[in-house]
């Protein structure tokens, strides 16, 4: 067996999302066509620049209420693809509940290892922490999100020494996160087809698993998928919640009925969907 179960045949099949849903061009082209729609009704600050590397960019969508808290939002496409224009559409339902969204941007696979691409969005987030009141919004309530390979990248900043990263960051910045199909361990993805891009070794399996480097403190933490989901993505965010609540932690586990995992991030963008109020709930306790 290549891992648990299962042959490399199953295990690939586990994460070959596009096969598994031939029609996801259809997803990305709805993205795409919502965002620009709500980039032309929100107000935005577009391609604002957190760092020197070609993508270290990110798009601040203020809301209307002064000191807001602030939702940073990280997109997925497992380290390769996607963009942060394509999830422009999340930001509506959160600005219109006075909270100021924030959608970052990042280098990709294989131009970049996941080593830097998590250290542009620890980057990111010290950039939106220190710079946070210049739009209107309050860095002491600051909750993030991410989907797919964003799930993981959100759970990897809880993982962050923010004093040795940034001169004058807390201990805890963040006050919340959202999971929503993340990838908590990156073994398996090392050991399938996707490492032919990502030339993961088991060392950098190591630093960047969510699952083995547990916060010290913790914050509300709630964990999505979608019940259409592969048994893995299942997998994956019920082992990270078991992880974190053998440290004494709390959390909470949503499973989205009628979702895979392309469209279960489409609950964000409807303020009613259970997904939208956990994260308006965490961002607004931040």
């Excluded at 070959?16 to 600050?45: K, N, V």
């Excluded at 996707?194 to 403190?217: C, F, G, T, Y």
């Excluded at 082992?239 to 440290?247: H, L, N």
Aim: glycine residues 6%.
């Amino acid at each position: 067996m290549r891992y648990l179960d299962y042959d490399q045949a199953g295990l690939d099949a586990q994460y070959q999302l596009r096969e598994r849903h031939p029609e996801f061009q259809t997803y990305f082209d709805a993205w795409d066509a919502r965002s620009r729609a709500a980039r032309e009704r929100l107000d935005c600050r577009l391609d604002l620049r957190y760092g020197e590397a070609p993508k270290e960019t990110l798009d601040i969508f203020p809301a209307a209420a002064p000191n807001a808290p602030v939702h940073i939002f990280i997109h997925g496409g497992y380290w390769q693809n996607l963009d942060k224009k394509d999830y422009s559409y999340l930001a509506e339902a959160l600005v219109a509940a006075d909270i100021t969204v924030v959608v970052v941007n990042y280098d990709l696979a294989p131009a970049v290892d996941i080593d830097e691409i998590v250290r542009q969005n620890r980057a990111a987030l010290a950039w939106v922490w220190r710079c946070a009141s210049d739009f209107g919004a309050d860095r002491d309530r600051l909750s993030v999100s991410g989907h797919s390979a964003g799930g993981h990248l959100a759970t990897m900043l809880l993982a962050t020494d923010w004093p040795s990263f940034a001169t004058g960051m807390p201990v805890a910045p963040i006050k919340g996160v959202c999971a929503i199909s993340g990838i908590h361990d990156i073994e398996p993805i090392r050991l399938s087809y996707q490492n032919q891009v990502l030339n993961l070794d088991e060392r950098a399996v190591a630093r960047n698993s969510p699952i083995h480097n547990l916060p010290v403190a913790p914050c509300p933490l709630v964990l999505v998928y979608g019940a259409e989901e592969t048994a893995e993505f299942a997998r994956q965010t019920v082992a990270y919640a078991e992880a974190w609540r053998s440290r004494g932690f709390d959390c909470g586990v949503l499973v989205v009925a009628d979702r895979n995992h392309f469209n279960v991030i489409d609950d964000l963008a409807e303020p009613g969907s259970a997904l939208a109020r956990a994260v308006i709930g965490l961002a607004s306790v931040a």
